[in-house]
Antibody
Framework: EVQLQESGPGLVKPSQSLSLTCSVT????????WGWIRKFPGNKMEWMGYISYSGSTSYNPSLKSRISITRDTSKNQFFLQLNSVTTEDTATYYCARALPWGVMDAWGQGASVTVSS | DIQMTQSPASLSASLGETVTIECLAS??????LAWYQQKPGKSPQLLIY???SLQDGVPSRFSGSESGTQYSLEINSLQSEDAATYFC?????????FGSGTKLEIK
């Protein structure tokens, strides 16, 4: 059974970078797609982007200049970096496995990140 | 981006009742719609994909349908464990987009 677990700082200062790790067990990240989704206070959900089994990436254009998703296949982990954060980036961040047609069938428990000075 | 308009924002229903949640896509998404259930403090769980395909392990009380660009999630014979927030998501085109969520309360 695939399991995903997010980890990273829960507090980030404005203008700094947000960095999260998703550790995957029970399934290789060299198969399927692996994405990041965030849920804002008030329930709005936003798909941020994914990294594919081959290492190619696709990002939400609203974030394209600030986001980077990378991976370490030796550790079966993938990563999110979001630069120049503001208070509007305060959210719960989820990593998820995505099937090729864009459906997320396994999710991590979520990591709450607050952007505040 | 494709906009997903979800309704209602919240609803309350009794045990055993049937409820329907709807999502309207701003353009044709060719049945590429998923429904997720999220309970408080938990991560979203996939219920339905491709508008009407039930994910493995999901009770048959859940069903999805479509009519043009309008998509519906129906929950029959409501159980107490169905109390949750439900989201739709279009998986037709990038960037994938979500509905605003429906909070379901069981009386």
């Amino acid at each position: 059974e695939v399991q995903l677990q997010e980890s990273g700082p829960g507090l980030v200062k404005p203008s700094q970078s947000l960095s999260l790790t998703c550790s995957v067990t029970g399934y290789s990240i060299t198969s399927n797609y692996w994405g990041w989704i965030r849920k804002f206070p008030g329930n709005k959900m936003e798909w941020m982007g994914y990294i594919s089994y081959s290492g190619s990436t696709s990002y939400n254009p609203s974030l394209k200049s600030r986001i980077s998703i990378t991976r370490d296949t030796s550790k079966n982990q993938f990563f999110l970096q979001l630069n120049s954060v503001t208070t509007e980036d305060t959210a719960t961040y989820y990593c998820a496995r995505a099937l090729p047609w864009g459906v997320m069938d396994a999710w991590g428990q979520g990591a709450s990140v607050t952007v505040s000075s | 981006d494709i906009q997903m308009t979800q309704s209602p924002a919240s609803l309350s229903a009794s045990l055993g009742e049937t409820v329907t949640i709807e999502c309207l896509a701003s353009e044709d998404i060719y049945s590429n719609l998923a429904w997720y259930q999220q309970k408080p403090g938990k991560s979203p769980q996939l219920l339905i994909y491709d508008a009407s395909s039930l994910q493995d392990g999901v009770p048959s009380r859940f069903s999805g349908s479509e009519s043009g660009t309008q998509y519906s999630l129906e929950i029959n014979s409501l159980q107490s464990e169905d109390a949750a927030t439900y989201f739709c998501q279009q998986h037709h085109d990038y960037p994938f987009t979500f509905g605003s969520g429906t909070k379901l309360e069981i009386k």
